[in-house]
T-cell receptor, first 116, second 112 residues
Framework: GAVVSQHPSRVICKSGTSVKIECRSL??????MFWYRQFPKQSLMLMAT?????????EQGVEKDKFLINHASLTLSTLTVTSAHPEDSSFYIC????????????FGPGTRLTVL | DAKTTQPPSMDCAEGRAANLPCNHS???????VYWYRQIHSQGPQYIIH???NNETNEMASLIITEDRKSSTLILPHATLRDTAVYYC?????????????FGGGTRVLVKP
């Protein structure tokens, strides 16, 4: 299957700082990318959906000013956690889909964020 | 999208077939059944999907009942590396708003 990478794989930051996570589709062009968050022993929760070149659509309860998403190219999306706090510590996972009607959605390996 | 119900956990013996059930009684005619799995601290991995017919690939088989209200994922010869959380998801394939919603999944432990 297609490969999606994330960088960094782990990040530790101080409370109040901002953290950027990159998601790349390595061997295909991703018209749509998704960002999920997963707390320990819980399922994945969709945070937002982004289409290349347009604004992201956020799920209910997700603060768009806190979780900034940019999908400037067909192979790169970024998630910036602004003014991070300890409650933002989580496993952040991106996924990418090649086309609007394409069935398969490929996931990145995840980024473990720890906010001290 | 229709909701799915899966057992929270199950054990399986190494080398034996693992049969993972999923109920999706409110599935509609244009919704597909997808299976993903997540090994600890990794991103989900696509396994298989289907609409009406049974499907098979190199990883697994998917058996969908005739009324489409339930399905079973079959791992034919489970290995220790198959230990993971398995998610059954139903999703409508349409141009907009096409997204995967994860439920609780089944935590599968393959034992030697």
């Amino acid at each position: 299957g297609a490969v999606v990478s994330q960088h960094p794989s782990r990040v530790i930051c101080k409370s109040g700082t901002s953290v950027k996570i990159e998601c790349r589709s390595l061997d295909f062009q991703a018209t749509t990318m998704f960002w999920y968050r997963q707390f320990p022993k819980q399922s994945l929760m969709l945070m937002a959906t982004s289409n290349e070149g347009s604004k992201a659509t956020y799920e209910q309860g997700v603060e768009k000013d806190k979780f900034l998403i940019n999908h400037a190219s067909l192979t790169l999306s970024t998630l910036t956690v602004t003014s991070a706090h300890p409650e933002d510590s989580s496993f952040y996972i991106c996924s990418a889909r090649a086309g609007r009607a394409y069935n398969e959605q490929f996931f990145g390996p995840g980024t473990r964020l720890t906010v001290l | 999208d229709a909701k799915t119900t899966q057992p929270p956990s199950m054990d399986c013996a190494e080398g034996r077939a693992a049969n993972l059930p999923c109920n999706h009684s409110t599935i509609s005619g244009n919704e597909y059944v997808y299976w993903y799995r997540q090994i600890h601290s990794q991103g989900p991995q696509y396994i298989i999907h289907g609409l009406k017919n049974n499907e098979t690939n190199e990883m697994a088989s998917l058996i969908i009942t005739e009324d489409r209200k339930s399905s079973t994922l079959i791992l034919p010869h489970a290995t220790l590396r198959d230990t993971a959380v398995y998610y059954c998801i139903v999703r409508e394939v349409r141009a907009a708003g096409n997204k995967l919603t994860f439920g609780g999944g089944t935590r599968v432990l393959v034992k030697p």
